[in-house]
């Protein structure tokens, strides 16, 4: 297949998950017993532009169905940072009541509240149309739209000013058209605006056996290597970088402009991943192997403690949970439900092995013995809420980036 991004052939494949079916494809009780559409899943690197990303197209409408389950609202954790991320913006930009702050993909609206709390316009665009009315509710202005060229133009014909400061956390995966999309925030600046770009790093995807957080949603891995081209291609320069090792298992923050220039950050990490392979196939090569041993090291514990006839739940109905679930197989025979604070996947099934989803007050009532935690990127937060099912002696176990028992 031609690489989605450069067009080049020769993209070589290094990690086939299989047929997986939708990770936040949860499923309703009364079509348990239904079909449910499962799509092959196999990661490539490609060595033309440096981007890692899936074979498989999935339609976006059947990706981000209307009843779409994913808010950002549901970690203190995630709501800190962005916190930090607006305060710092409207500090160190100096935006005010004449500035604009886009942000792509705003979901609920976590992270534009603060600017809005701060008078500083906004607008917030997603695709989620219960993620958009909830930020609408909170007095976030927002539009239910996909992002791309298209929308920018449009925006800026209907009399949209330039924006001060783009925002696009979590979204540079998620988009079919990375190249319109890109075009679209270049066309969307101001002269001396400010793009940043949140995503997990794919560096830590590798060398924590992140596996789990490949799923059909996500199209892209990226890395400064990456990033760097990407940007290049269409007249805007990546200049910084920052790193955030808690977040969602290792994130990176890019900063782009219209102008040249590079920190000596973001010299150091693009000199480490051309130092240690990271811009080449070969720091992919082994990764198959390392996530089949993870296979068998958690079927072992999981199928060893069912045996000794301990209990299992799990925590997080995370979109990477399906993917632990259904890659490594664990059935309800073997964890047995789910616990989720996001009100809209209670009562609903995990894909594909179908454990229930119920309130976290489940843990404390139905006294599990183990909880596997799969949103494991929030598990000190996790452990930190649930002090007292573990003083009721339930214990924890952490999947990534080696399955093991671990004490809060
Ligand atoms: P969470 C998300 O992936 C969404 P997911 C998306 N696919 C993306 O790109 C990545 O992030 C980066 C729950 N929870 O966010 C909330 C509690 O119940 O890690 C969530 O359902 N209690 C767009 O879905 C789940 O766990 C808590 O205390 O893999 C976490 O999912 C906390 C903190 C979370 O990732
Ligand atoms: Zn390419």
């Known amino acids: 297949m031609n690489c989605r991004v450069c067009g080049e052939d020769g993209v070589r494949s290094f990690l086939d998950l299989g047929k997986m079916p939708l990770s936040d494809g949860l499923v309703r009780p009364e079509n348990l017993l239904g079909p449910e559409p499962t799509f092959a899943l196999e990661v490539a690197f490609c060595p033309g532009c440096r981007m890692v990303q899936i074979l498989e197209d999935v339609a976006q409408e059947v990706l981000f169905p209307e009843d779409y389950p994913y808010f950002s609202s549901f970690s203190d954790q995630l709501l800190a940072h962005a916190r930090r991320h607006a305060l710092n913006l409207i500090e160190t930009r100096s935006l005010g009541s004449d500035s604009l702050v886009v942000e792509l993909a705003s979901n609920d609206g976590y992270l534009l509240q603060n600017f809005v709390e701060a008078g500083v316009p906004v607008l917030g665009i997603d695709p989620a149309p219960a993620q958009v009315q909830a930020a609408n509710d909170k007095g976030v202005r927002s539009i239910c739209r996909f ?5 920018a133009e449009e925006l800026l014909a209907g009399g949209t000013a330039r924006a001060d400061v ?4 979590n979204v540079c995966a998620h988009v ?3 190249n319109g999309f890109v075009a679209g925030m270049k066309a969307l600046l101001a002269p001396d605006g400010l793009i940043t770009i949140e995503n997990p790093y794919v560096r830590d995807l590798i060398d924590h056996c992140e596996f789990d957080t490949i799923y059909h949603e996500h199209l892209f891995y990226h890395s400064c290597s990456g990033i760097e081209r990407l940007m290049q291609r269409h007249g805007l320069h990546l200049n910084h970088v920052e790193y955030f090792p808690e977040l969602h298992g290792g ?16 010299e150091a990490y693009l000199a480490g991943e051309v130092a240690d392979g990271v811009d080449s ?6 990764f198959a192997k390392r996530v089949e041993q993870l296979r068998g090291d958690l079927l072992a514990l999981l199928s060893g403690l069912r045996a000794e006839g301990r209990t299992i739940a799990a925590y997080g109905a995370a979109a990477k949970g399906s993917t632990m679930l259904n890659y490594i197989g664990i059935g309800r025979e073997l964890v047995s439900f789910v616990v989720d604070r996001n009100t809209h996947k209670q009562g609903l099934h995990m894909p594909g092995t179908h454990q229930p989803i119920l309130p976290v007050e489940a843990l404390v009532e139905q006294r599990p013995d183990y909880t596997l935690i799969l949103a494991w990127n929030f598990k000190d937060e996790i452990m930190r809420q649930q002090v007292a099912y573990t003083e009721a002696g339930g214990r924890w176990i952490v ?10």
């Open 251 to 266: 994130t990176l923050r890019y900063h782009v402009s219209h102008a040249a220039g590079r920190t000596p950050e973001l």
């Open 147 to 151: 992002f791309g060229r298209e929308l």
């Open 281 to 286: 196939f070969r720091y992919y090569e082994g």
């Open 399 to 408: 999947p990534v980036p080696h399955p093991e028992v671990v004490a809060p």
């Open 176 to 178: 079919p058209d990375l």
């Open 166 to 169: 783009i925002i696009a956390n």
